[in-house]
């Protein structure tokens, strides 16, 4: 394709290298001819929502000192760059209108040119838990550094739900960001809203009539209710008027949710954490570990698939316990151990396996992408978003304080790295941290249902959404009785046609019903 379909012009690959090449290499001055370019489709099915998405592949050639064009084409080497490309869908004007008037582009534009890179200063030398971005144009582009071609990709086949292994690694970039922020605001003598000021003004939950997303959140309201009708505990149940009568005030709390704190300490939130917007580099769980394989100093090899003391620390980790688990005395009887990198995953919606098997890529890090709707608001409305939007009710029962507890760690180990006590943050400790937990749950849930039952949905409808320039989880164009047209709206579609999706779907709106308006 080319790149002038989207916008992107010669000079502007130029200047997408010159940024790559000053960030990587460190020099500013970087000779370079282009070999060749190309953008292509990064799938032919659209991949999420707010944006078009690409890759931009660069072809280039060192320029040679005191060499000519011809000598340095045969003697100077070529080298593959990749890129990744968020583009504003203007083929499709509505989503367009709807993403504009949103401020999506805008918003993340403007922290990937300002406050993201304030924070990758305040961890420089650690592990990346952002990406970088090279290029912005207008308030219709931003150019990535291509993830994948540095090991990093999206969990793909678990139906967007996140074994524990993934969740405790993208909680621990979680802390990072949060812990940046902190950091950085400290150094800085004032909080983040103000060094930079509208940044992060509310873009998803705005309480104004008049305002797109109010419009949204009342359909999503409706529709929402109509799939509880058709959960069975519900359908029949002498409860349902009185569940249908109080969701939508229980759902409306997201507005006040969605503000800074009063009472607990705020941070930069991510603002849409789900299995999507986090993206991982593995490392493979040692099996049949001998000690005369793997003794001190022979990692050699294993460390070629890493690329930072923080991932081979982990790798060090995990080798030593396969070694522990594999080691035979002379005369001690063989039995076989459960290993203890497993960890369970009990789902009743979705039976679905635990990544780290012996033997198996284990995730190492993680990166978190998507700022299209990041907000200032408490620590715990971050983890409970992504902790409610990624696992089922099942697994919370069994891992949610388990994983609380991996965040809070996480987070302290950050501050104790920077001689900041974690309890500048939460003034109890743990309880603290809890407490404001027990409080953002339901903000957590909220985010869930209202994002999800449209991100959820199979890629098939999605398409024909665009192709139909309407809106998934808005009103459809013919009406029912009650003249809301909820009745074909593509997400009650998906919940009729699809499994998975109405399994994941009852099982979040259940366990906002069953906690929030029944045991009220």
């Known amino acids: 394709m080319d790149p002038l379909t989207i916008g992107l012009s010669e000079n502007d690959i130029e200047t997408v290298v010159k940024s790559y090449i ?21 799938s032919e099915e659209p991949v999420g929502y707010l944006g078009d998405h690409y890759i931009l592949d660069v072809n280039l050639r060192e320029k040679m000192v005191h060499y000519s064009p011809e000598e340095e084409e045969e003697y100077a080497e070529e080298e593959y760059i990749s890129f990744f490309l968020k583009v504003l869908p203007e083929n499709v004007p509505k989503l367009a209108d709807y993403i504009k008037e949103m ?28 990406p970088t971005a090279y290029y912005t144009k207008e308030e219709r582009m931003v150019v990535f550094e291509n993830l994948k071609t540095d090991g990093y990709s999206i969990v793909q086949g678990t139906k967007n739900l996140l074994d524990f292994d993934h969740l405790k690694v993208a909680l621990q970039a979680v802390a990072k960001l949060h812990a940046a922020s902190l950091i950085l605001e400290e150094r800085s003598g004032a909080p983040i809203p103000k060094l930079f000021v509208g940044y992060l ?27 509880i009708k058709r959960i069975d505990a519900y359908a029949s149940s002498d409860r349902l008027d009185e569940i249908l009568q109080k969701f939508p005030s229980i759902v409306r709390k997201i507005y006040d949710f969605s503000k800074p704190s009063i009472i607990h300490r705020n941070v930069l939130n991510h603002g849409d954490l789900w299995s999507n917007n986090v993206m991982f580099r593995y490392v493979m769980v040692p099996t049949n570990v001998e000690r005369s394989t793997y003794n001190e100093g022979s990692l050699t090899e294993i460390e070629k ?50 990544w780290s098997e012996p033997g198996d890529a284990r995730p190492s890090s993680c990166i978190l992408i998507d700022f299209q709707i990041a907000r200032y608001a408490p620590p715990a409305y971050d983890v409970l978003s992504l902790l409610m939007s990624a696992t089922t009710r099942t697994f919370r029962e069994h891992y949610l304080e388990e994983l609380l507890d991996v965040y809070y760690d996480a987070l302290r180990a950050e501050l104790d790295w920077f001689h900041r006590d974690v309890r500048e943050v939460f003034p109890s400790g743990f309880s603290s941290f809890r407490d404001s937990c027990d409080q953002y749950r339901l903000a957590g849930l909220v985010d869930s249902v209202l994002y999800r039952h449209v991100t959820m949905l199979p890629v098939e409808l ?8 309407r809106l998934p989880g808005t009103v459809g164009s013919q009406h029912l009785p009650d003249d809301r047209g909820a009745g074909v709206d593509i997400c009650l579609e998906a919940w009729t046609q699809y499994n998975d999706y109405r399994m994941l779907m009852t099982d979040m709106l259940s366990d906002l019903v069953s906690r929030y308006i029944l045991q009220v």
């Not at 582009?105 to 990937?112: G, T």
């Not at 009539?209 to 799939?227: F, G, P, Y």
């Not at 290993?339 to 679905?352: G, W």
């Open 462 to 469: 999605v398409a024909r959404c665009r192709e139909e320039h």
């Open 201 to 227: 003004n509310e873009n998803a939950y705005v309480d104004d009539d008049d305002h797109v997303r109010k419009v949204n959140l009342e359909n999503a309201i409706h529709v929402l209710c109509e799939m």
């Open 22 to 42: 000053k960030d990587k290499r460190n020099r500013v001055n970087g000779k370079f001819r282009l070999v060749s370019y190309q953008v292509r489709r990064l």
């Open 103 to 130: 401020g999506c582009f805008r918003k993340e534009i403007l922290l990937y040119k300002h406050l993201i890179p304030r924070l990758q200063d305040v961890m420089i030398g650690t592990r990346a838990f952002v």
């Open 305 to 354: 698939a890493t690329s930072d003391r923080e991932d081979l620390v982990e790798l060090e980790a995990a080798v030593s316990q396969a070694t522990k688990q594999t080691a035979i005395c002379n005369g001690e009887r063989r039995r076989r151990k459960r290993s203890s990198i497993k960890k369970p995953n009990l789902f009743e919606v979705l039976n679905l396996g635990n």
